[in-house]
């Protein structure tokens, strides 16, 4: 049984850094691609960054590329999302998922998520 448990969110200043973690459970972690998706308050679930299977291979939206990096370690079955200069509008739940299929960035089809960890960002 696939399980993500994220972990890392909480309140930070704009400006600041936070990283996530998303252990992964249940599945062989090293053979799929990962992503993080998020969802604002009152908005609709955005895709945000993946990484293929070897760590290699990573995309970002464009609103946080510059900011945000993602990476694995798949000895330890983890995702990770370093999050620096972090805005008021990235205040959502941030989610690891797997099996995602985007079309232009749009979020088609996502197969399972985590509980997700919320990350506010606010002075």
């Known amino acids: 049984q696939v399980q993500l448990v994220e972990s890392g969110g909480g309140l930070v200043q704009p400006g600041g850094s936070l990283t996530l973690s998303c252990a992964a459970y249940?599945?062989?972690?090293?053979?799929?691609?990962m992503y993080w998706v998020r969802q604002a308050p009152g908005k609709g679930l955005e895709w945000v960054s993946s990484i293929n299977t070897g760590g290699g291979t990573t995309y970002y939206a464009d609103s946080v590329k510059g900011r945000f990096t993602i990476s694995r370690d798949n000895a330890k079955n983890t995702l990770y999302l370093q999050m620096n200069t972090l805005k008021a509008e990235n205040t959502a739940v941030y989610y690891c998922?797997?099996?995602?299929?985007?079309?232009?960035?749009?979020?088609?089809?996502?197969?399972?998520r985590g509980q997700g960890t919320q990350v506010t960002v606010s002075s």
């Open positions: 249940g599945f062989t972690f090293s053979s799929y691609w």
């Open positions: 998922a797997k099996g995602v299929t985007l079309f232009q960035s749009q979020i088609r089809r996502l197969d399972d």
